[in-house]
T-cell receptor, first 117, second 116 residues
């Protein structure tokens, strides 16, 4: 099946610094990628939808200036947490799909654990 | 708007027994897909089973089957012959089929604990 790779799997950063998480589709062109955030024992909350070559669409309540999403190519989307604070510590996971497809055509990355100290 | 409801925060089952995880949904889309994922403590999302709203038969994948009752808007996951490795969090999710590039919307999840 299709493979989505997410990097890094684990990251620890200091308060005030920025951290970038990459999401790559390895064997298909992902025209649309999604970023989710998950707190322990809770559900996955959609943060934003990004389409290749255009600005991301953020969900209500998600700060677009804090969570910068770039989808510069058909195989790569990045999430940058800017000026990170301890409350940004969370599990971030991406998924990818091929635009125009339906059904079971969503593929997840492995997720990234972010700890801000 | 779409909504997924999972009312069981936790479920406990013994090895080799069957267990049903409940999921109800609400949507105004005439065509939609329903998914179940398993999430172990490592965090990865493991796809288990998919049901399209117009599929005539209930989906099955090995020990997993989906009890799809469209009129009741329910899509319960049945795991037969539970194994210790089935202990994890399970999420029900859906997306509209005719909306290209739409994200999955998830329920709150059910934590399944399998004991020996």
């Amino acid at each position: 099946g299709a493979v989505v790779s997410q990097h890094p799997s684990w990251v620890i950063c200091k308060s005030g610094t920025s951290v970038k998480i990459e999401c790559r589709s390895l064997d298909f062109q992902a025209t649309t990628m999604f970023w989710y955030r998950q707190f322990p024992k809770q559900s996955l909350m959609l943060m934003a939808t990004s389409n290749e070559g255009s600005k991301a669409t953020y969900e209500q309540g998600v700060e677009k200036d804090k969570f910068l999403i770039n989808h510069a190519s058909l195989t790569l989307s990045t999430l940058t947490v800017t000026s990170a604070h301890p409350e940004d510590s969370s599990f971030y996971i991406c998924s990818a799909t091929i635009h125009g497809t339906s059904g079971n055509t969503i593929y997840f990355g492995e997720g990234s654990w972010l700890t801000v100290v | 708007a779409q909504k997924i409801t999972q009312t069981q925060p936790g479920m406990f089952v013994q090895e080799k027994e069957a267990v049903t995880l409940d999921c109800t949904y609400d949507t105004s889309d005439p065509s939609y897909g329903l998914f179940w994922y398993k999430q172990p403590s490592s965090g990865e999302m493991i796809f288990l089973i998919y049901q399209g709203s117009y599929d005539q038969q209930n989906a099955t994948e090995g020990r997993y089957s989906l009890n799809f009752q469209k009129a009741r808007k329910s899509a319960n996951l049945v795991i037969s012959a539970s194994q210790l490795g089935d202990s994890a969090m399970y999420f029900c999710a859906m997306r509209g089929i005719n909306q290209a590039g739409t994200a999955l919307i998830f329920g709150k999840g059910t934590t399944l604990s399998v004991s020996s």
